[in-house]
């Protein structure tokens, strides 16, 4: 397989950078674990250098694939194994809800385009009730930014998103010699458990990604002015005693989905999600 890698002329738009180091492969299956019954989807297969375990552990496989010539790559290789499944599609693009028709929680691994880190991540926490756990390569300095704490920097858009609706946890840092080409980053390996939700939840998901949004695109502004765009902060705090004098960097995930709650019920009373 080496000598296909290394002919392949990979396209830095797709970010294609492939495993070839089998010490970390077997470390990475390890650390996911399939199990025979497990649902499991792999963004962005590549030329299979996790296929291969994972449909020997006896899951149920589907591999998204967006390059057409990975596609005839991959269908060589293992369309023997019965249960492998393969779609050229764009995993953005892709409605899990679809997959899932068998009610069993689905288990995402990939190891996935550096540039488009957030944008396959928000896409699949959009899905997130049909969603066991998700293991995703990625740049070192993101992977830290999904499991930032209040107070932090680092903490912001994907670290409060991610942090409500699962709880991610960096399980392995990778060196860039792994790969074939080699990347100019550091990357590291995050694994978001799916049944550690936040106790209380968005009551709007669509409502809470663009409040997450609006309040971390100013983050050094003090809550009340970046709401007061968004509807009557003075009343509202005045009535509900709360205190938008904090920086969004300050509160905590959960007082982020309180605040969230209450403001939409307070500004919107009649709006449900479907509305917008
Ligand atoms: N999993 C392989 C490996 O570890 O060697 C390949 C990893 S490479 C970093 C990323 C893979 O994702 C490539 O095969 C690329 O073609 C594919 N890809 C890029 N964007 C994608 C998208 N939006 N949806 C699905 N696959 C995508």
Known sequence: MNHKLRAFKAKKSLGQNFLFDANIIRK???LFAP???DFVLEIGPGFGALTENLLQSGCHYTGIEIDERLIFELQERFSDYEN????????RKLD???LSSVHVSIRIIGNI????????VFSAFMHHNLIADMMLMMQKEVAERVVAGHGCKDFGILSVI???YAQPE???TVPPTVFIPRPDIESAIVRWDFTQKQERQPEDPEFFRIFVRTIFNQRRKILRNTLKKMGDVVLFENEKTIDLQRRPEELSVLEIIDLCNAFKAYSFPNQTGSDR
């Open 28 to 30: 990475i299956i390890q």
């Open 35 to 37: 199990q025979p019954n």
């Open 84 to 91: 492998f499944t393969l779609r050229h599609v764009d995993f």
């Open 96 to 98: 899990l809800s679809q």
């Open 113 to 120: 385009p550096y540039h488009i880190t957030s944008s396959i």
């Open 162 to 164: 991610s942090q409500t």
């Open 170 to 172: 960096i399980v392995l």
